[in-house]
């Protein structure tokens, strides 16, 4: 079964950093490029960053560019989005998303979600 | 970066109704449009992707069609289990970007 479970979340005050995870399996990883979304309370869905599976290309909303670097361990199985200065308007709940097709760079949607971590940012 | 738009924002029907939600892009997109449902506490379901590809498992009253920046996702006899939140998802070249959602309640 195709699993993505997110870890990491919690509760920062403005200006700190948090590392979020998510850990995959029942697919062969590396050949997928993998997602970050966030959803604000109450809100609707945002693309936060992508990385392309093989060669680690990167990619960010404006939004977060410069503040958040996503990376992935092929060895681990494993996708992660660290983050600082982090600001009130961060908190979310943050789901990472496996892409529906194999070996592309960008021409993909996302076919499987975990159930997300929620990340707070208040003082 | 690429917009989305949705309408309507929010959508009253009734089991059994046929419901059409409309999304337009800023610029054209070709065929690189996906639509998502959500229920409240839970993760996105992808359910159309490249415009009008039907996921696997999908049920087949939910189809899609459009291309460039104008697309539409139908729903051919909304059930119980619909009601939910409706997203499209743009994913040309890059970015992605998502529309605002569409609120599906009963009537």
């Known amino acids: 079964e195709v699993q993505l479970v997110e870890s990491g979340g919690g509760l920062v005050q403005p200006g700190g950093s948090l590392r979020l995870s998510c850990a995959a399996s029942g697919f062969t990883f590396t050949n997928y490029a993998m997602t970050w979304v966030r959803q604000a309370p109450g809100k609707g869905l945002e693309w936060v960053s992508s990385?392309?599976?093989?060669?680690?290309?990167?990619y960010y909303a404006e939004s977060v560019q410069g503040r958040f670097t996503i990376s992935r361990d092929n060895s681990k199985n494993t996708l992660y989005l660290q983050m600082i200065s982090l600001r009130a308007g961060d908190t979310a709940v943050y789901y990472c998303?496996?892409?529906?097709?194999?070996?592309?760079?960008?021409?993909?949607?996302?076919?499987?979600w975990g159930k997300g971590t929620t990340v707070t940012v208040s003082s | 970066d690429i917009q989305m738009t949705q309408s309507p924002s929010t959508l009253s029907a009734s089991v059994g109704d046929r419901v059409t939600i409309t999304c337009r892009a800023s610029?054209?997109?070709?065929?690189?449009l996906a639509w998502y449902q959500q229920k409240p506490g839970k993760a996105p379901k992808l359910l159309i992707y490249k415009a009008s590809s039907l996921e696997s498992g999908v049920p087949s009253r939910f189809s899609g069609s459009g291309s460039g920046t104008e697309f539409s996702l139908i729903i051919s006899g909304l059930q119980a289990d619909d009601f939910a939140t409706y997203y499209c998802?743009?994913?040309?070249?890059?970015?992605?970007?998502f529309g605002q959602g569409t609120k599906v309640e009963i009537k």
């Open positions: 610029q054209s997109v070709s065929a690189w």
């Open positions: 998802q743009q994913y040309n070249r890059y970015s992605r970007t």
């Open positions: 990385i392309s599976g093989s060669d680690g290309s990167t």
């Open positions: 998303a496996k892409a529906n097709v194999a070996f592309t760079q960008y021409s993909y949607c996302m076919d499987v």
